[in-house]
């Protein structure tokens, strides 16, 4: 069995599913291409493909809060890939929150269901 | 704020991650459309559109093994949505395992990391 993945499927991408390996909290969804996802392998941070700037996109470059690969796992149609981190800083959401899920369905809409664990405009600057 | 998902980046569809509710484990990823949407929300069971298959899919309608809604959040983009269920039955793969995240990377190959929970050639017949 090789590493491959089935990148065919959806334009050169396969999804990948980032999940805290202490507490198990999804944290956020990406994309890897061929290229993004041995990048992953070979230096250990999380690593996707921007699908609007069409680049890979090293998590946490700008940030500081790289995400450091625990485990990963792949599906049966080997289309997806789950990633156990361990994420550096607090949070990944550059929205400033801990997970990019942190809107719960509540009663017919979306609401807000967490506290900031940082100032995005503090890290990101003006663009955040 | 609208129910709204951003439905646009990728042909109609958002990304679908089932973590159990229960174990915070990681079943499985699929794709929603808007109409997959709103059957999720109107009956309560995760329903997907199969990217293969073209159509609707409830999880569950040929085995038995459905996801009860027990909480949906989306992320900052909204065009994911995180789906926490109860699962109905031992498993959600269709080969027979809890998780469709059952093989790991382990020494630079895939490898089955758990035990089957279920017999998919008794729950799905032949074809499986």
Redesign the interface.
């Known amino acids: 069995?090789?590493?491959d993945l089935d990148f065919d499927?959806s334009d050169g991408l396969v999804?990948a599913?980032i999940?805290d390996y202490g507490?198990?909290?999804?944290l956020?969804?990406g994309f890897m291409n061929r290229e993004a996802f041995a990048k992953t392998?070979e230096t250990g941070y999380a690593t996707f493909y921007s699908?609007s700037r069409r680049k890979l996109w090293l998590k946490g470059a700008s940030s500081g809060h790289r995400l450091v690969v625990k485990?990963?796992?792949?599906?049966?149609?080997r289309d997806?890939v789950?990633v156990e981190v361990e994420a550096l800083g607090p949070g990944v959401?550059?929205?400033g929150?801990q997970s990019?899920?942190?809107?719960?369905?509540d009663n017919?809409?979306?609401k807000v269901?967490e506290e900031r664990t940082y100032d995005p405009g503090a890290v990101y600057g003006e663009k955040a």
């Open positions: 069995m090789s590493l499927k999804t599913v999940q507490s198990n909290r999804v956020m969804v392998l699908r485990r990963i796992s792949t599906d049966c149609d997806a789950l959401c550059h929205e929150y990019c899920f942190f809107r719960q369905l017919g809409d979306w269901s």
